[in-house]
């Protein structure tokens, strides 16, 4: 199994850049696809996007399409979430997940998760 701790947290004004990480221990990071997901308090949790094992495959959601990029460096054991043109409603606590499989948007799914980590956008 593979143990997921995201950092990064902050708190940054609207248009603002922030960039997140997830580093894993456990399995080689390598054998997992991973993903990122968001829930805002008072909603339900969120794809946000995904990465293939290889980093060749991503997914986004619509809503940050363009200006996030979802990352990873196989040799660093770590995933990231860079986020670019930030909006009040990208608030949330954000969560990296992972999995042996590439399940995109499937949140249900992932069998692994991190503690996750708060991102604020003033406004």
């Known amino acids: 199994q593979v143990q997921l701790v995201e950092s990064g947290e902050g708190l940054v004004q609207a248009g603002g850049s922030l960039r997140l990480s997830c580093a894993a221990s456990?399995?080689?990071?390598?054998?997992?696809?991973m993903g990122w997901f968001r829930q805002a308090p008072g909603k339900e949790r969120e794809f946000v996007a995904a990465?293939?094992?290889?980093?060749?495959?991503?997914d986004y959601a619509g809503s940050v399409k363009g200006r996030f990029t979802i990352s990873r460096d196989n040799a660093k054991n770590t995933g990231y979430l860079q986020m670019n043109s930030l909006k009040p409603e990208d608030t949330a606590v954000y969560y990296c997940?992972?999995?042996?499989?590439?399940?995109?948007?499937?949140?249900?799914?992932?069998?692994?998760w991190g503690q996750g980590t708060q991102v604020t956008v003033s406004s």
């Open positions: 456990g399995r080689t990071f390598s054998s997992y696809a």
């Open positions: 990465i293939s094992r290889s980093g060749r495959t991503t």
């Open positions: 997940a992972a999995d042996t499989l590439f399940l995109g948007s499937a949140g249900s799914s992932y069998a692994y």
